[in-house]
């Protein structure tokens, strides 16, 4: 008879990571948050003129986050970079004065650090993001930060997303001279939504057999739907569209039928404002809706789950994410495969 401890059980490293989680949040704000303070004072120091920002995968909504953030928070222009413009095609583009920032959880991929380094060749000041200190991006890059979040071992990324989350919020908080306050209960705030995984297991049964998913949101909340449908897509195999809400009304609205299971995360503030004639079109074509956010937007919905009322719009991503994680979860449990171990996926994606 086997040992049951010594029995793989479908899921077990993801759920543990998820778990972790608010212990990460708060590791960040008690060890993380001083280092990135400084980091970013010597950054502020020389005066960016803009910032472009690098990632992959899960690390890349991270980093569209961050351009919310710094054209929000700073004012200052910020673009996602198209690496294969300079590790394929050897452009050389001026980057005198650019403050770079590369976000990746292993800090492995060549083609990450192959562009980092010719961005501080072609002038810029890199900044690595990442949960190595050793890694090679972090070698390449004139200043580092450590997310802090420890080993990830389940290959889809849960802690270390909300770690990149936590790190590049305090950034940008220290490159305007802020105090970072609007994360200060982050840590409980994510034990309370973890803690209700029984809410989001009875939800997963919506989308046992689904077909495909369109996921929705705007503003500070559109990287939010970017994540979900990428966790969605690596654990359980549905297709799962993401769309700026503006975006889906352009257009993709006519796949929607009364029929079509619509998730939408619905920020507290100026991007769930944004995003209220989306729901109002999505319920007149009878979608199945299901709404992340505030209690009045999840009963105008098909269901549903709550967030805290009262946390600050540009840190709502951090605790939205993680219901949705959750649903990832289940949902790929409940279709009877291990999230822990998509198939086809590696945990270092060595793209060139």
Avoid: C, W
């Avoid at 305007?176 to 803690?195: C, I, M, Q, T």
């Avoid at 619905?266 to 979608?287: F, I, N, S, T």
């Avoid at 719009?313 to 822990?340: K, M």
């Amino acid at each position: 008879m086997s040992d049951p401890q010594t029995v793989s059980v479908p899921g077990r490293i993801m759920a543990a990571e998820m778990a972790e989680q608010p212990a990460v949040l708060q590791r960040i704000l008690d060890e993380g948050a001083p280092k990135i303070r400084q980091i970013a004072a010597e950054i502020a120091a020389r005066n960016p003129r803009f910032v472009l920002l690098t990632a992959r995968g899960t690390s890349d909504n991270a980093a569209l986050y961050a351009k919310y953030l710094i054209e929000i928070l700073l004012g200052k222009p910020a673009g996602l970079t198209s690496m294969s413009t300079t590790t394929a095609y050897g452009a050389k583009p001026d980057l005198t004065d650019v403050l770079v920032v590369t976000v990746s959880q292993s800090g492995g991929s060549p083609d990450l650090v192959a562009s980092t380094k010719a961005a501080r060749e072609a002038g810029a000041i890199t900044l690595a993001v990442t949960n190595n200190a050793s890694s090679p991006l972090a070698e390449v890059s004139e200043f580092h930060i450590d997310v802090l979040a420890g080993p990830e071992k389940a290959l889809p990324a849960t802690k270390t997303y909300t770690a990149e989350l936590l790190a590049l919020y305090l950034l940008v908080e220290g490159l305007r001279g802020g105090d970072g306050a609007a994360a200060k209960e982050l840590p409980g705030l994510a034990a309370g939504v973890l803690s209700r995984h029984a809410e989001v297991k009875a939800l997963a049964e919506r989308y046992r057999f689904a077909q495909r998913l369109v996921i929705t949101s705007r503003g500070y909340g559109y990287p939010t739907a970017r994540e979900a449908a990428l966790k969605l897509m690596e654990t359980t195999y549905i297709p799962a569209s993401p769309f700026s809400g503006a975006d889906l009304l352009h257009g993709p609205l006519a796949m929607v039928d009364n029929v079509s299971p619509v998730i939408a995360i619905v920020p507290d503030g100026k991007g769930g404002e944004a995003l209220q004639p989306v729901l109002d079109r999505l319920r007149g074509r009878g979608a199945d809706l299901v709404v992340v956010g505030q209690q009045a937007q999840v009963d105008a919905a098909s269901a549903g789950f709550a967030l805290p009322a009262g946390v600050p719009e540009e840190v709502q991503p951090i605790l939205e994410i993680l219901p949705l994680q959750l649903l990832a979860y289940e949902v790929t449990i409940a279709r009877g495969q291990d999230p822990d171990a998509p198939r086809a996926l590696a945990k270092v994606t060595e793209t060139h």
